[in-house]
């Protein structure tokens, strides 16, 4: 059985996005069963755990002698063995996988130099210097998304696939910077799909349970 490395407890502010929640949302839509591996303070920086993942982060997936770090490969990997996640045809599943990297290297990059100010530095005097200037650009990235979305129930038409489940992961790390309802309401489809429940509900249990 496939198992995922997750953290057993993390502050408050960032219960529902750590991103083992990707990997459990990618499981939970192609039907398989998982186990998870609960790190605790300091095991992600044992050499056990470092030989998995270098730079000592979650997720990881063990899966049949394969040992696989990064969101986005894990979950193009739980895609090859599900049409739930990238269909079989050749084209739609290399826009489905475009549009998975689009969500890490387009959007998420510039969701997040906003959310790291808000979170972490917003008193600091460089921080309300940046932030405007972050911000405009990360609405300018979520208004062209929204834009190639159009009135699209999902990215490639009427098919939910990886790219949407990483799109909306990456855009649920800051909702307030949507703007556009069509995009808001693409973000609520997604999430509102009983496999994301689920994941979510799994990855919050754990942590209720040590805290």
């Known amino acids: 059985m496939i198992t995922v490395s997750a953290f057993q407890w993390v502050p408050p502010f960032a219960q529902g996005q750590v991103r083992d929640l ?10 398989l069963p ?16 470092r030989a998995l993942q270098p730079f000592g982060q979650v997720p990881v997936i063990e899966d049949d002698g ?18 739930a996640l990238l269909p079989k045809d050749s084209a739609a599943r290399a826009r489905a996988t475009q549009w998975l990297i689009a969500a890490l290297n387009s959007i998420e990059p510039h969701i997040m130099n906003v959310a790291v100010i808000e979170v972490f530095y917003a008193d600091q005097e460089w921080a309300k210097l940046r932030r405007p200037s972050a911000e405009a650009f990360a609405r ?10 159009g009135d ?15 799109m909306a992961s990456v855009l649920r ?10 995009l808001a309401a693409y973000l609520e489809r997604c999430i509102a799909r009983p496999a994301f429940q689920r994941a979510l ?3 919050l249990g754990d942590f209720k349970e040590a805290a």
């Open 22 to 31: 990707r990997v459990r949302w990618a499981l939970e839509e192609a039907g």
């Open 34 to 49: 998982y186990n998870r591996r609960l790190l605790k303070a300091g095991d992600q920086d044992t050499p056990e755990y």
């Open 66 to 83: 394969l040992a696989l770090f990064e969101s986005g490969a894990i979950v193009l990997h739980i895609g090859e063995r599900s049409e």
């Open 140 to 149: 300018q990235r979520l208004a062209s998304l929204a834009k190639a979305l």
């Open 152 to 166: 699209k129930p999902y990215l490639d038409g009427d098919r939910f696939t990886a790219g949407d489940l990483m």
């Open 173 to 182: 790390i800051a909702p307030g910077l949507i703007d556009e309802p069509r």
């Open 201 to 203: 509900a799994a990855q």
